[in-house]
């Protein structure tokens, strides 16, 4: 299966279960493998039959800056489900990341997997 990826999404929206962190805007880090196959997009060279990382990129930018969610986990997962709407789209790989969350730790976050047929 191939992938097309987003490295360091950089994007800032509210996130976290204390009291600060519901009024504070934080960074928030995102990376996404999206599993599909590449034939088609390669021999037809049509941004129609590939996945656009530019949109998808977008798309959860957006939903991360609005969403509000409490938990990376909850973010991951609603990136995870844009991701598998695109077309052609089977597997997605989501990483969700606070930079800065934990004290002597460069970031902090979670990493999941969802596929199309969850």
């Known amino acids: ?10 994007v800032r929206g509210i996130i ?3 009291d600060w962190e519901r009024e504070q805007i934080q960074d928030i880090l995102i990376n996404a ?3 599909s196959d590449t034939r088609r997009a390669a021999e037809t060279d049509d941004i129609a039959d ?5 949109t998808l990129a977008k798309k959860m930018q957006a939903h991360a800056e609005a969403a509000a969610r409490l938990t990376v986990e909850a ?3 609603d990136l995870a489900k844009l991701c598998l709407q695109e077309k052609g789209a089977q597997k997605a790989i989501i990483r969700v990341e606070k930079p800065g969350a934990v004290r002597f730790s460069y970031s902090v976050g979670v990493e999941i997997e969802r596929n199309r047929d969850e």
């Open 75 to 77: 973010l991951a997962n």
């Open 50 to 54: 590939c996945i656009n990382y530019r």
């Open 16 to 18: 976290g279960i204390n």
């Open 33 to 35: 493998i999206v599993f």
């Open 1 to 10: 299966m191939d992938k097309t990826f987003i490295k360091d999404l950089h």
